[in-house]
């Protein structure tokens, strides 16, 4: 009887922990940018930031549709987990409401940005559509 239980016990694990989410597809050309600020830039509180987006669409959180994910700005974040979802924290922001720009408040002083499309479920595509990281001073 011991043993049998022994060998469920991976099993039951795997049941607690639930699959990992797949990743949908991207095209391998798609490409996510900073269209402001620019990498260096110097700027003031409200920071305004627009994201560009090229060879995918836009489309909420929670709307399954091939070639779309919406944006999450990464904030002064050195690594980034790409096979689960995004978290949501200060560091994270989500813009799972398909907007392209928004306007962030951020302590003075030195900062990096990443843009990451995340799909319906906000987990990065496969391969990810991540930019270029910038450095922005804010004062």
Do not use: W
Request: hydrophobic share 40%; proline share 10%.
């Amino acid at each position: 009887m011991l043993n049998r239980k022994l060998a469920l016990m991976p099993l039951c694990a795997l049941l607690l922990t639930g699959p990992a989410l797949a990743r949908s597809p991207a095209p391998e050309s798609a490409k996510v940018y900073f269209i402001a600020p620019q990498n260096g830039a110097v700027v003031s509180n409200p920071v305004a930031i627009k994201f560009g987006l090229a060879g995918m669409g836009v489309a909420p959180a929670g709307v399954e549709k091939p070639k779309t994910g919406h944006h999450h700005l990464l904030i002064d974040v050195d690594k980034v987990d790409l096979e689960n979802p995004l978290p949501a924290d200060d560091n994270h922001k989500h813009f799972g409401g398909g907007q392209t720009e928004a306007s962030i408040t951020l302590k003075p002083g030195k900062h990096t940005l990443q843009l990451l499309l995340g799909d319906h479920n906000h987990v990065p595509h496969n391969p990810p559509v991540m930019s270029e990281k910038i450095t922005i001073m804010v004062k």
